[in-house]
């Protein structure tokens, strides 16, 4: 099993039985963590709503607030309702186990404690926390709000669903030579402007980042949350990007820096969204035959010389405010058929 | 009934190699303190009928019971458990009495060995 890595584990014991509460606390510390105990439910949420804790072992028989009402609380409240918790009781009756699991208490360990399944068990629940916490990290930079809420509200369950929605690739033009051109310094510094104007056209039409490589990005619209309108989302935040590189390279211009380019690939229709990676490190993607559509027609901008292309399935999606020059069918590799490219002027809508 | 050890050894030598055997004997101390308690506990639910006491009580009992290797007075506090406050005032009360005698054999043996 894996060592604490980042100092001892801050773990909450709620017993009301004193003789209980200072051996469960004594074999925790004696396990490396730093333990602090509570004699009821009442109590242990007060503490809970103070100060931060990584682990809750929670007794059930308890006068004041028993432990199912502290599930059941714990349940609904927003800020606690990932915290793993690890019933320990002498509960009669298998039907009370049961319930304890139905509200949300991650194991059971009945008392006394066996102090090599609660070394086990705990090692378990902080890696699981431990999971959590990073994912949670990760969608926090990745997704808006609204996005990092529902997919902490589904557990980031793994697996995948089949969803409708709408891929954008999009990346700068000839960023290699002008990386090569200029100070690595520079280049950081323009990367780190350029994804924070490019994450906020996206974001503010309900797109999710989903992949940064270099200075290429992908994200999607309509995953993991449905949006009625993800075509015409994503063309508009396609819109905003070349506004958005317009205006930056003002600037640039202005430092006397030669302006840049951004190329944008949109095509929509059915694919698989969801959680994919180990317990290590995991992100959430979408896969399928739209997704490679929309990376071929992001490469295709170089060859036609056009800020925004989008598919067939994209263009039924957008109303006769768009200003959309069909370009014809063209032979990508990896298709059988050749596919309709569509041009979006960037500028109208 | 046949006679088990007052305190089961190899659970008691277990615990106090868990905690080591100061903090084993502190907890001794603990449970000659919060013990009688429970007893009260016990009886004070059983003259008012409360049934939510009564478990509680029975359950702690149990609980520390078993900590110690005291299996027998851990047993009998389960049957308490189980059994609920109705049916052992309809029996008369007398399972609580048989517990105690029981407890008193367990105060004897654990502060002896706490003196050992």
């Given at each position: 099993m894996r060592e604490l890595r980042s100092g001892p584990a801050r773990l909450l014991v709620v017993d009301d039985n004193k003789v209980n509460r200072l051996l469960l606390t004594r074999s925790l510390e004696v396990q490396g963590h730093s333990v602090a105990s509570a004699e009821n439910g009442r109590v242990a949420l007060e503490m809970l709503r103070r100060e931060s804790f990584d682990l809750l072992l929670l007794d059930m028989e308890m006068p004041e607030m028993d432990g199912f009402q502290v599930l059941e609380q714990l349940v609904n409240d927003r800020q606690l309702h990932d915290l793993p918790v690890i019933v320990t009781s002498s509960l009669e009756g298998i039907d009370n186990v049961v319930r304890c699991i139905e509200l949300g208490a991650e194991d059971y360990l009945s008392k006394p404690v066996n102090p090599v399944l609660l070394k086990a068990r705990i090692g378990a629940s902080l890696e699981k926390k431990h999971l959590r916490d990073q994912q949670k990290e990760l969608v926090r930079r990745f997704a808006t709000p609204e996005v990092a809420q529902d997919l902490q509200n589904s557990g980031f369950s793994l697996g995948g669903k089949r969803v409708h929605a709408s891929v954008m690739f999009s990346d700068i033009r000839d960023f290699t030579a002008l990386a090569e051109s200029q100070p690595p310094e520079e280049t950081i510094e323009l990367l780190n402007t350029y994804y924070a104007l490019m994450f906020d056209a996206i974001n503010s039409h309900g797109g999710v980042?989903?992949?940064?490589?270099?200075?290429?990005?992908?994200?999607?619209?309509?995953?993991?949350?449905?949006?009625?309108?993800?075509?015409?989302?994503?063309?508009?935040?396609?819109?905003?990007?070349?506004?958005?590189?317009?205006?930056?390279?003002?600037?640039?211009?202005?430092?006397?820096?030669?302006?840049?380019?951004?190329?944008?690939?949109?095509?929509?229709?059915?694919?698989?969204?969801?959680?994919?990676?180990?317990?290590?490190?995991?992100?959430?993607?979408?896969?399928?035959?739209?997704?490679?559509?929309?990376?071929?027609?992001?490469?295709?901008?170089?060859?036609?010389?056009?800020?925004?292309?989008?598919?067939?399935?994209?263009?039924?999606?957008?109303?006769?405010?768009?200003?959309?020059?069909?370009?014809?069918?063209?032979?990508?590799?990896?298709?059988?058929?050749?596919?309709?490219?569509?041009?979006?002027?960037?500028?109208?809508? | 009934m046949m006679s088990a050890a007052t305190i089961d050894q190899a659970t008691f030598t277990a615990l106090q190699e868990m905690t080591g055997v100061e903090f084993a004997l502190e907890l001794v101390d603990t449970f000659l303190q919060e013990a009688p308690g429970m007893l009260d506990d016990l009886r004070h639910a059983l003259t008012a009928q409360d049934a939510d006491k009564f478990r509680r009580a029975a359950h702690s009992l149990k609980s520390n019971s078993n900590t110690f290797g005291a299996l027998a007075l851990g047993a009998m506090a389960r049957e308490l458990e189980i059994a609920g406050v109705a049916r052992v005032r309809e029996s008369g009360g007398q399972p609580l009495e048989a517990l105690a005698q029981e407890y008193a054999r367990v105060a004897a043996a654990l502060t002896a060995l706490r003196h050992a």
């Open positions: 980042v989903t992949l940064m490589m270099g200075d290429g990005l992908m994200s999607v619209f309509g995953a993991p949350m449905p949006l009625p309108d993800h075509g015409a989302s994503a063309v508009r935040a396609a819109q905003e990007m070349v506004e958005m590189i317009d205006l930056f390279n003002l600037e640039r211009n202005g430092a006397g820096k030669p302006p840049i380019n951004i190329g944008i690939g949109i095509a929509s229709g059915e694919m698989v969204a969801g959680y994919t990676g180990t317990h290590e490190r995991a992100t959430y993607t979408c896969i399928g035959n739209t997704v490679n559509l929309a990376a071929r027609l992001e490469t295709h901008t170089k060859v036609v010389h056009r800020a925004i292309l989008v598919d067939q399935a994209t263009r039924s999606a957008l109303s006769e405010r768009f200003a959309v020059e069909p370009l014809g069918p063209v032979p990508f590799k990896g298709k059988a058929a050749a596919v309709d490219v569509f041009s979006v002027d960037p500028g109208q809508s | -």
